[in-house]
């Protein structure tokens, strides 16, 4: 069973695979990049399958979990606000006349990843690729208690001991060689290593009924 866990940064994607007792970590500059090798599952920490409207009953089941810190989950990606527009103020200005939600900064710009998965997962429909949300993987590990903010010394350490519980005996190394000149952060690769769990155990999901279909027939489900 090889299992792949990919997390995006500023300059590409972190992917970590399982493959049995095998454990690797390796950095690409796009999602065709990272998913070139063979694998029986993927995971990604991204939206999969999307709304005009930008509504998804995952993401609002998703935020109920990690409640009381539910900003935890962006919402509210919809393919138009990147295809039709270069700016967020126009693309929010459209969102309000068509009386949705606006689009927050955070998400905004997650937009070209956003559109990159889209457009690989439309594209590799026969694979097994799966959106998966980490913070839900460590909350799942953490018996369903919440968990302080990665970016603080208590969440990191934290986020690093449920990790190595579940068998990642190279993280340090991850952490203080294989990263340092890559441009990503040290949650980006505690995340990657997360998604890889859920691609490799397939444990939970929200929606637990068969999810939703979007207009491309990507399901709507969230898995960890």
């Known amino acids: 069973m090889r299992a792949v866990g990919l997390d995006g940064f500023s300059k590409g994607w972190v992917a970590v695979v399982l493959d049995g007792d095998r454990q690797e970590i390796c950095f690409h500059r796009d ?31 998703a935020r109920a979990k990690l409640r009381p810190h539910t900003s935890r989950v962006f919402t509210g990606a919809r393919r138009w606000l990147w295809l039709e527009y270069s700016d967020p103020d126009d693309a929010n200005r459209e969102a309000v006349r068509r009386e949705q939600k606006r689009v927050s900064r955070q998400l905004w710009h997650l937009g070209k990843k956003i559109l990159e998965v889209d457009a690989f997962v439309r594209a590799n429909s026969s694979r097994d690729i799966r959106e998966v949300h980490p913070e ?51 949650d980006d690769v505690l995340d990657a290593c997360a998604v890889a769990i859920a691609a490799r155990d397939v444990a939970e999901r929200i929606p637990e009924a068969t999810p939703p279909i979007d207009a491309y027939r990507l399901p709507m489900q969230i898995w960890f």
């Open 31 to 61: 999602v065709a990049e990272a998913l070139s090798r063979p694998f029986d599952r993927a995971g990604i920490d991204i939206p999969i399958g999307m709304t005009d409207a930008g509504e998804r009953d995952c993401d609002s089941l």
């Open 136 to 186: 839900l993987v460590f909350l799942r590990l953490n018996d369903n208690k919440p968990l302080p903010s990665k970016k603080s010394e208590e969440g990191d350490s934290l986020r690093r001991r449920l990790l190595k519980q579940q068998g990642f005996r190279d993280l340090d190394a991850w952490l203080s060689g294989a990263r340092i000149g890559t441009g990503a952060r040290r």
